[in-house]
């Protein structure tokens, strides 16, 4: 742990507009993180439940029976919709947020501050539980059992990478990484 003399304040600060690729990765990685229904999401699920309608739908065709054949059909439809969940959420996240225009957003000991023309707020570390790293930015995740995302931090709106380390290493200290 990096000890910090008395009275000197350590800040980050972030400035960006939220962008789509931004939202989706960050929601993939709530749902990864979502616990026992997380895997409805994988990857590796979504290709079984594939292989499984694929199956189905054979057997419907060999044994002449529909049954068979809707189940197939449906295994094979509903992996490809749940695979599309996050980008059309991400989507949807982006365009609630959109009017909030550029962010200046500052994380610091005493926690985070965001600022753009319509909000100037202000939040403590206890308004979040944990937080989690993906290759776009850092999520705040809500203190709740359900862990869903309070706050996407952009790491391309850091000054440089120093700035993504000093900030990974302040939410090391303050909240645990999940």
């Avoid at 800040?11 to 993180?33: F, G, H, N």
């Avoid at 944990?130 to 995740?141: D, I, P």
Wanted: charged content about 20%; overall charge positive; proline content about 4%.
């Amino acid at each position: 742990m990096i000890e910090q003399p008395v009275g000197q304040r350590e800040e980050v600060v972030l400035e960006y507009e939220y962008q789509q690729q931004e939202m989706t990765d960050a929601l993939r990685a709530v749902l990864r993180k979502r616990g026992g229904s997380g895997f409805l999401y994988h990857p590796v699920f979504l290709v079984c439940a594939g292989l499984f309608g694929a199956a189905l739908l054979v057997l419907g065709i060999c044994v002449d029976d529909g049954a068979w054949f809707a189940f197939g059909v449906m295994f094979l439809v509903w992996p490809v919709l749940m695979s599309r969940v996050p980008h059309m959420s991400g989507r949807q996240t982006l365009r609630a947020n959109q009017h909030h225009g550029p962010m200046r957003v500052t994380i610091a000991n005493e926690g985070v501050r965001v600022v753009s023309a319509h909000i100037d707020t202000r939040m403590g570390w206890a308004n979040y539980g944990s937080y989690a790293e993906t290759e776009h930015c850092f999520l705040l995740r809500s203190p709740d059992r359900a862990g869903v995302c309070a706050l996407v931090l952009v790491k391309r709106g850091a000054r440089s990478q120093e700035d993504v380390d000093r900030l990974r290493a302040l939410l090391d200290r303050r909240l645990p990484r999940v």
